[in-house]
């Protein structure tokens, strides 16, 4: 059912052909909404999720941006499709796992999901490559001021918007941002790093969100706190502090260089040997070794045109992307097999690294 989705050429995190930062993935702005005077998903009945299901279908159908969008019900869904969707971070894990009465609408190009019966009756998201803070903020606002005409949706005047979770009160809203960070992880600062985030009212988590590990020096940084702020507020201040961790992460690559540059490009090196040469390659293995390529792009070792493709096998090395390519079960050895083919043949169309011409990092 999700092939229309694989095969896009204009997916946002797979064919996006849109400058990425050398240390921001990706941003994401995520906002709960819950329609008044029905249960939350967690004490509705299977009738009153279904309810909603329907409902939610219907109208958001019929706003202009879901037009051209897909409609998927998880039931109807297979494991490794929904697995998929959230390697994608399309659906969260959560959606992933829910009982009957779940759905999610993607659009085209995938910049915008708006899942149905997770914790919240709607969880909307936009999603796009590079640091797009404020664009996507205005994209958001837009699309839920649509929403509001169109369902009438909790909310209190003392409280603001109402969710099922009280973290979550007030705004409704979390935005994240997705950051590579293999210099202040190589120098042993990010310890330090998540101690002073947490202080600032923010929280920092895996490539998977909450729970999951930073495999490939991936991290997400977000906001916690959702009620007494505005939504400008909270922008503002999560994007301060994201600039002040890039400028850490960029020290500590300098940093990196200035006291050892024969290890740091070793590592480098051997990264980019084991992945056009290997014929074994688990998904965590994968990831780290291609976080150092990415690096080699940021030094300016491979062309800036590489950068999207590393950042596309990020995802399409995970175990559910590797068995949905295969068409059949695949025992997991297996996909370690067929995940080193794929990056032997990925990587003999990739020039070879030019130690020569590092380069200034932006």
Not at 68 to 76: A, D, P, Q, R, V
Not at 171 to 199: D, F, Y
Request: glycine fraction near 6%.
């Amino acid at each position: 059912m999700i092939e229309s989705l694989i095969q896009s050429e204009r997916a946002e995190l797979t064919q996006s052909s849109k400058k990425a930062a050398p240390v921001v993935l990706s941003t994401r702005v995520r906002l709960a909404r819950n329609l008044a005077g029905i249960n939350f998903p967690e004490r509705a009945s299977r009738t009153q999720r279904r309810q909603v299901l329907s409902t939610c279908e219907s109208k958001l159908g019929e706003l202009p941006l879901m037009k051209k969008g897909s409609f998927f019900n998880l039931e109807s869904l297979s494991a490794l499709e929904k697995q998929v969707l959230v390697e994608r971070h399309l659906i969260s894990r959560e959606l992933s796992e829910s009982e009957s009465g779940s759905g999610v609408f993607i659009t085209k190009d995938q910049t915008c999901s708006v899942m149905i019966n997770e914790e919240d009756h709607l969880r909307i998201q936009f999603l796009k490559s590079g640091f797009n803070l404020k664009s996507i903020w205005k994209q958001i606002d837009a699309f839920d001021e649509s929403l509001d005409a169109a369902l009438e949706i909790a909310f209190s005047p003392k409280f603001g918007y109402l969710t099922a979770c009280p973290t979550n009160l007030g705004t409704g809203m979390r935005a994240s941002v997705m950051m590579h960070l293999p210099g202040l992880v190589i120098a042993n600062q990010m310890e330090r790093v998540i101690r002073a985030v947490n202080q600032l009212g923010l929280t920092v988590r895996g490539l998977f969100g909450e729970g999951s590990d930073a495999t490939g020096h991936v991290f997400q940084i977000s906001n916690q706190q959702t009620l007494g702020e505005s939504e400008a507020e909270i922008l503002d201040r999560l994007g301060n502090v994201l600039r002040t961790v890039v400028d850490h992460e960029i020290n500590a690559r300098y940093k990196c260089l200035e006291d050892d540059q024969a290890k740091l490009l070793d590592k480098i090196g051997r990264a980019y040997g084991i992945l056009k040469n290997v014929h074994i390659l688990s998904s965590n293995e994968a990831m780290n070794l291609l976080s150092l390529v990415r690096l080699a792009v940021d030094f300016g070792m491979l062309p800036e045109a590489n950068r999207s493709d590393v950042d596309r096998l990020f995802i399409e090395c995970q175990p559910g992307h590797i068995q949905y390519a295969a068409h059949e079960d695949v025992a997991p050895e297996m996909r370690d097999l067929s995940r080193a083919e794929r990056m032997r043949v990925e990587f003999s169309h990739l020039p070879l690294l030019n130690f020569d011409n590092l380069n200034e990092l932006d």
